[in-house]
């Protein structure tokens, strides 16, 4: 105890210590090889930075002879960290010595980290041995102690090939299978989402529950946010990753995958985690899960960080259960595609969908739109797709938004005018049918709000055309109500709670 205690302490001070190094000091204390693990810990911290790296280079004067030769150490420790500091320089000459270190290492915490390095190198010459080394474990079942490194090193193989050939991606066939699934929407929105739904549905809190026969069908919606397909078997599951793992291989998941698309496995896939779980605990679990579930289904499901197919989202309940779902990332979804640029605290295009379809039964045919605030163009964009439109208007005063409104617009093939102005000197040669907008939230005191209220239902008077319209999306009721009020000039037709806790609403006036 005493021993260990002491050790602690030194470890301690050479922290302190080295708080105080350069990289030159460091670096000459390796090549004298003084407290080698201790200063390969600490250039390895350092090499996590650009331009300490540019600083090593000089200093080494390119030549890495001096860490590869780490490699050979007795301390697994040292070759750990030598490993990571050759990748986090990128030295491509070290790739023969660290394939033969790979290769020869014993010690099974260190193996994966050799993996790690070679992966920031060009190894394409290697490919074919860490496939090898990949189909192993498949026949042999590694004693619990070691099992956490041998997946460990299995999981950076599987990155280090990805990253070298890529995902061979599936192509979705399943658009005349009937598949159960569901599509996730803000509550506001669901009914008009279940209209627009020819199959049996049944409404749920996120969105419509259906079982889908024409895939086209649902795929020109605009009122939906995910595609979540069901997964048929337990009602419920434990949050235990091994008996999770287990249970999900009993449900039709991987038939869903097979049925539903042309070639053969393996699907490679991510773990995604909603719920009732912290978000600090959320990453922890998935990469759990996502272990045990590419264990379960022995190399027919591969998972992946960033080349990734399917995802198995576990939703988290309060009593700790778990509900799995499969979302599809090869079912191709081109409804918003238009909107290739944005701006902070825009509008998202579904949601933008949402108020045009909430505001239907008031939308005037052929009319004459103004947006005062278009931002990116979304809502105008929405507009023209939920009715037929003479003409539309965008007006922003910032031309940074006016110049992606533009981009975003060019792409749909509508005509719609931007121009770059605020909506308060705005004049126009006729009057409008139809104002949509989502009002800008200020960020100023409240006077400032206060203002632009006023000032928009002023304005807004004088441009619209007898019994014009304002569909207006705003996060200030209090001052839409006291506008409307003090204006005169508007009736209120409808108003939509569209998200609760951020206190949104959609308001329908009408200029008397």
């Keep these: 105890m005493a021993q260990r205690f002491r050790q602690m302490i030194g470890i301690v001070l050479w922290r302190k210590e080295t708080e105080y190094m350069t990289v030159k000091e460091i670096y000459a204390q390796i090549c004298t090889g003084s407290d080698l693990r201790a200063n390969l810990i600490e250039l390895k911290k350092q090499m996590k930075e650009t331009d300490r790296q540019d600083q090593f280079r000089e200093i080494c004067e390119g030549r890495y002879d001096v860490i590869m030769k780490c490699l050979a150490d007795d301390d697994p420790k040292v070759r750990k960290n030598a490993a990571a500091v050759l990748g986090l320089l990128r030295v491509q000459e070290a790739l023969e010595v660290l394939m033969d270190a790979w290769e020869a290492e014993d010690t099974l915490f260190v193996r994966a980290e050799y993996i790690l390095a070679m992966a920031e190198l060009d190894c394409e010459s290697c490919l074919d041995v860490f496939h090898r080394r990949l189909d192993e474990p498949r026949s042999y079942e590694a004693p619990e102690n070691e099992r ?23 192509v979705f066939s399943g658009f005349h299978r009937t598949n159960e699934v569901i599509l996730t929407t803000l509550p506001a929105f669901r009914e008009a989402l279940a209209a627009d739904i020819p ?43 091994e008996i999770l793992a287990a249970d999900l291989k009993e449900t039709d998941l ?21 719920g009732a779980m912290p978000k600090e605990e959320t990453g922890a679990f998935a990469k759990k899960n996502a272990a045990a579930i590419e264990r379960a289904y022995d190399g027919m499901l591969v998972n992946s960080v960033s080349d990734y197919e399917a995802e198995i989202r576990l939703a988290v309940g309060r009593e700790g259960n778990v509900t799995p779902f499969l979302k599809l990332f090869t079912l191709p979804d081109h409804r918003f595609s238009y909107r290739k640029y944005s701006v902070a605290a825009g509008m998202r295009p579904q949601t933008a969908a949402g108020i045009m379809a909430l505001a239907k039964p008031w939308l005037k045919e052929y009319a004459q739109v103004l947006d005062p605030f278009c931002g990116v163009g979304t809502l105008l964009v929405e507009r023209r797709y939920a009715g037929p439109v003479r003409s539309a208007y965008g007006i922003d005063i910032y031309g940074e938004a006016i110049q992606k409104a533009r981009a975003n617009t060019k792409l749909t093939g509508m005509p719609v005018n931007y121009i770059n102005r605020d ?90």
């Design 199 to 241: 199959f049996h549905k049944m409404m749920l809190k996120s969105g419509v529950r259906t079982m889908v026969s024409d895939m086209s069908v649902v795929q020109t919606g605009r009122l939906w946010q995910e595609m979540l397909f069901v997964l048929h078997g337990k009602k419920s599951f434990s949050a235990d990753p």
């Design 254 to 274: 991987f038939g869903i995958l097979t049925e539903n698309h042309k070639g053969e496995p393996p699907f490679y896939f991510r773990v995604g985690v909603t």
């Design 148 to 170: 956490k490194h041998v997946r460990a090193e299995m999981a950076a193989l599987q990155e280090l090939i990805l990253k070298n050939e890529g995902a061979k991606m599936h």
């Design 423 to 512: 909506y308060f000197d705005f004049t126009h040669e006729y009057l409008f049918d139809e104002i949509v907008t989502d009002m800008p939230v200020m960020s100023g005191d409240r006077s400032q709000t206060d203002a632009l209220y006023r000032r928009f239902f002023e304005r807004s008077a004088e441009v619209l055309s007898g019994r014009g319209r304002v569909f207006c999306y705003s996060r200030e009721m209090g001052m839409m109500k006291k506008y409307l009020r003090i204006s005169g000039r508007f009736r209120l037709l409808a108003e939509f709670c569209i998200l609760e806790k951020s206190g949104t609403y959609l308001f329908v006036l009408e200029k008397k």
